[in-house]
């Protein structure tokens, strides 16, 4: 079946350097990505996305990397805070098997632990 | 500010009781969706609604039912037959097709 999948569950950084947070996808025909943060005990907060049209996209202090060739996609945090430790997941927003509707797929996520 | 509400945040429920979670949004989306996330586990999708009055199962609908009788709101009513239903419940909504989907706080539903 069709599946996002993270290559690392966990991830610790020093406080000022930078994290990479990578995703795999599956599902070849995925229109659109999106990033999401998870603090503990709420709930999944939009970070960025991006189309399958593109290959990289630059927020703030964010940059999501797509690479369509090897359906890798890596979430880039620069000079990484304490207050960025969380889960991160990736989601590919797919049409479903039946090719009516299109349905999101999580990756598990990864822990990201930011040391002082 | 708009958003999504979830209530209530903790939730207990007795064997063979039915519980009702809440979820209201009043960003004028069209689509709302239901998921259960496990610890250490991604978020797996039990129903979704595109337009009021109709909904689909997602990927682990058994022993829940919902309904879309208001734009704003779509409650998850996790029933007697579902055994294993401890749980943090998320509700997201959605406005178009290549938008992200934003996400309320959760219920965290446990059993007595």
């Known amino acids: 079946g069709e599946s996002v999948g993270l290559h690392l569950p966990t991830l610790s950084v020093q406080e000022g350097d930078n994290s990479i947070i990578n995703c795999a996808y599956s599902?070849?025909?995925?229109?659109?990505f999106i990033w999401y943060k998870q603090e503990s005990g709420k709930g999944p907060q939009f970070i960025i996305d991006?189309?399958?049209?593109?290959d990289k996209r630059q927020g703030q202090r964010v940059t999501v990397l797509l690479n369509k060739t090897v359906k890798h996609l890596s979430l880039q945090i620069a000079a990484t805070q304490p207050g960025d430790s969380a889960v991160y997941f990736c989601?590919?927003?797919?049409?479903?098997?039946?090719?009516?509707?299109?349905?999101?797929?999580f990756g598990k996520g990864t822990l990201l632990t930011v040391n002082p | 500010d708009g958003g999504i509400t979830q209530s209530p945040k903790y939730l207990f429920r007795k064997e063979g009781q039915n519980v009702t979670l809440s979820c209201e949004q009043n960003?004028?989306?069209?689509?709302m969706y239901w998921y259960r996330q496990d610890p250490g586990q991604g978020l797996r999708l039990i129903y979704y609604?595109?337009?009021?009055?109709?909904?689909q199962k997602g990927d682990i609908a058994e022993g829940y039912s919902v309904s879309r009788e208001k734009k704003e709101s779509f409650p998850l009513t996790v029933t007697s037959a579902q055994k294993n239903p401890t749980a943090f419940y998320l509700c997201?909504?959605?406005?178009?097709?290549?938008?992200?989907?934003?996400f309320g706080d959760g219920t965290r539903l446990s059993i007595l």
């Open positions: 997201a909504s959605r406005d178009r097709s290549l938008q992200p989907q934003h």
């Open positions: 599902n070849s025909a995925s229109d659109y």
């Open positions: 991006i189309r399958s049209n593109m």
């Open positions: 989601a590919d927003l797919g049409l479903d098997s039946g090719g009516s509707n299109y349905k999101l797929t």
């Open positions: 960003l004028n989306h069209d689509a």
């Open positions: 609604s595109q337009i009021v009055n109709d909904f």
